[in-house]
């Protein structure tokens, strides 16, 4: 009905009207995705038939956004790290190459936290990332651009990394879509920072999206011939699977308690559930989620079985060069000196501290195996379990800073290498996104898509901000 120099149009349009205001998309290559689309109408006014396009180039003509720290040829690689300013990617990560294979147009790379290990995106060579609902909240991390884009309209499609929750927390706080796969199925390939290590087995590559339905032909594109792995093909009967429900991670110390208003979003899933597909929807209690930051934590710096040591945040920060001191780049941050954020210097800090303790570390790598096992024999073939995607709704800009391990309700799942489908779930009374984490045993993506799908005709799915 339309043409692709429309859409593309549209989209243009959209993004130099409120990015302004977001600063999600911080390099953009507008020019050639409106002559990319131009190519599409010539392919589609000569091509052969229909159906034989539709095979060969599922995403054909479908505006695309990639965040920055993945490689899209001709854009910044910087991670938000200021001494990479002028890297240009000279070419696609495997993702980004096998999404424009499948016909996929992307306009432009959006904003990450700095060196993407923080939920807040803000760093000093993009500044800071705003939420669509409201300017004054943070969008997430790293993927925080994506998500933000991607909530306020301007992009149908986006390109995310995960390693402690980093696609879930922007879909969370902006109210779209996001798919952590299990792990070890899409690749990795072509960002910086890369996992090495042990930590090669908890980064994931995914998809967000504003629809639920999208979230499946792109993860089938991206995983490409990995993709029989997940099931994608196998059709979900929703009334056999066996849903699991956990309204908090036990009472960590270490974490807020989770928002009431998120609880109740939770409890009409369940009831939702329970009267509409007829199942019973199991309370649970893992006692071993109490101690999620203290797992991940361990297991991200433990060693591989090669015995490779995980490679250090100080490291990334100084990207090849000096190494970076992070207590005398506290001493700079305070007079205004320091070319790093605040949260990168304070994980620089926190990282010499969790190798002081090697007994204890140990105790935490042996309970995230049991954990891990625990998880799987609860899952099973066939179950889902419903679990909080953070314990607030979007907080101000700077106070993850007061509650840094918030995100264990999101970083648990990676080092358990689970998939997970964040769901918005419509929003709460101050008109920000509510949602929640489905999760499935390895290699059941399909279960987790399939009930975002029904939650999204439940529920509403995304809506667009400042629409009362």
């Known amino acids: 009905q339309v043409t692709c120099i429309e859409v593309v149009e549209a989209y243009v349009e959209r993004i130099k009207e409120v990015n302004p205001l977001i600063n999600a998309m911080v390099k953009d290559r507008f020019e050639e995705a409106l002559q990319e689309a131009r190519q599409v109408d010539k392919l589609l006014s000569e091509g052969p038939g229909d159906d034989c396009l539709e095979e060969k180039f599922p995403l054909l003509g479908v505006p695309i956004t990639v965040k920055e720290a993945f490689s899209l040829y001709g854009m910044p690689n910087t991670s938000g790290l200021v001494n990479r300013r002028n890297v240009i990617a000279t070419s696609d990560a495997t993702v980004v190459s096998r999404l424009k294979q499948a016909g996929a147009i992307p306009l432009g790379v959006t904003n990450c936290s700095e060196l993407c290990m923080w939920y807040e995106s803000s760093n000093k060579v993009y500044g800071r990332t705003n939420n669509p609902y409201d300017l004054q909240r943070i969008v997430g991390g790293s993927s925080g651009g994506e998500g933000s884009v991607l909530a306020a309209a301007c992009s149908v499609i986006g390109v995310g990394s995960d390693i402690g929750g980093s696609i879930r927390m922007p879909a969370f706080f902006n109210g779209v879509f996001g798919h952590k796969p299990t792990t070890g199925v899409v690749p990795n390939d072509g960002q910086f920072p890369n996992a090495h290590g042990v930590r090669t087995s908890y980064l994931c590559t995914g998809p967000m999206c504003r629809y639920a339905e999208d979230l499946e032909p792109v993860l089938r594109v991206m995983a490409g011939p990995g ?9 979900v009967s929703l009334e056999k699977i066996k849903f699991h429900c956990m309204d908090h991670d036990g009472g960590s110390i270490f974490v807020s308690p989770v928002d009431k208003e998120i609880l109740q979003a939770q409890k009409k899933v369940v009831e939702h559930l329970e009267s509409d597909l007829g199942v019973r929807v199991q309370r649970v209690a893992i006692h071993k989620m109490k101690y999620s930051f203290q797992i991940w934590s361990a297991m991200m710096s433990s060693k591989d079985s090669e015995g490779q040591e995980a490679q250090r945040f ?65 899952l099973g073939p066939d179950g889902v379990l419903l679990y909080p995607s953070h314990p607030t709704i979007a907080p101000k800009h700077h106070s993850p800073i007061c ?18 489908t964040q769901c918005p779930l419509g929003l709460g009374s101050e008109g920000l996104p509510l949602g929640i984490q489905l999760v499935a045993a390895a290699y059941n993506d399909h279960l987790t898509l399939a009930v975002a799908q029904y939650l999204e005709k439940a529920f509403g799915g995304w809506v667009l901000p400042g629409k009362v």
Do not use: C, R
Not at 404 to 410: E, H, I, L, Q, V
């Open 227 to 235: 993709v029989s792995k997940l099931k994608l093909n196998e059709k």
């Open 314 to 378: 100080t490291d990334l920060l100084g990207d090849h060069g000096k190494p970076v001191w992070p207590l005398w780049e506290l001493m700079k941050w305070l007079v205004g000196m320091s070319s790093h954020t605040l949260p990168a210097i304070a994980l620089g800090l926190t990282e010499k501290l969790v190798n002081l303790n090697l007994s204890g570390k140990a105790k935490l790598v042996s309970m995230g195996k049991s954990l891990q096992e625990e998880m799987e024999a609860l």
């Open 403 to 420: 509650m840094p391990f918030n995100f264990a309700y999101t970083a648990i799942f990676n080092v358990l290498g689970l998939p997970v």
